[in-house]
Nanobody, 114 residues
Framework: QVQLVESGGGLVQPGGSLRLSCVVS????????MAWYRRAPGKERELVAR????????FYANSVKGRFTISRNNAKNTVSLQMNSLKPEDTAVYYC???????WGQGTQVTVSS
């Protein structure tokens, strides 16, 4: 059915920036509420940000509010996460997904370290 492929992760210094992208297959992308999640080793998966189907309302976890921005391009079936002022505690595997979907892709590794 639907496949999601994350990209853009890498190694960045504290205080740096990184932009993650996700390409979603299928013709129904514009109807999906989309979200970014992350999971650090030994921790549960955490909702980072979500965005409504029509680029409307957004939500951010308190830990990233003011630093991260979620956006989407319905014409290209993509959702992005702009991450600024990165901290070591942001280190995790980041996943995009349809809000509420139970299956997961590979994710993309973000490492914040000096």
């Amino acid at each position: 059915q639907v496949q999601l492929v994350e990209s853009g992760g890498g190694l960045v210094q504290p205080g740096g920036s990184l932009r993650l992208s996700c390409v979603v297959s299928g013709s129904a992308f514009s109807f999906y509420a989309m979200a970014w999640y992350r999971r650090a080793p030994g921790k549960e998966r955490e909702l980072v940000a979500r965005i409504s189907p029509s680029d409307g309302s957004t939500f951010y976890a308190n830990s990233v509010k003011g630093r991260f921005t979620i956006s989407r391009n319905n014409a290209k079936n993509t959702v992005s996460l702009q991450m600024n002022s990165l901290k070591p505690e942001d280190t995790a595997v980041y996943y995009c997904n349809i809000l509420g979907r139970a299956s997961w892709g590979q994710g993309t590794q973000v490492t914040v370290s000096s």
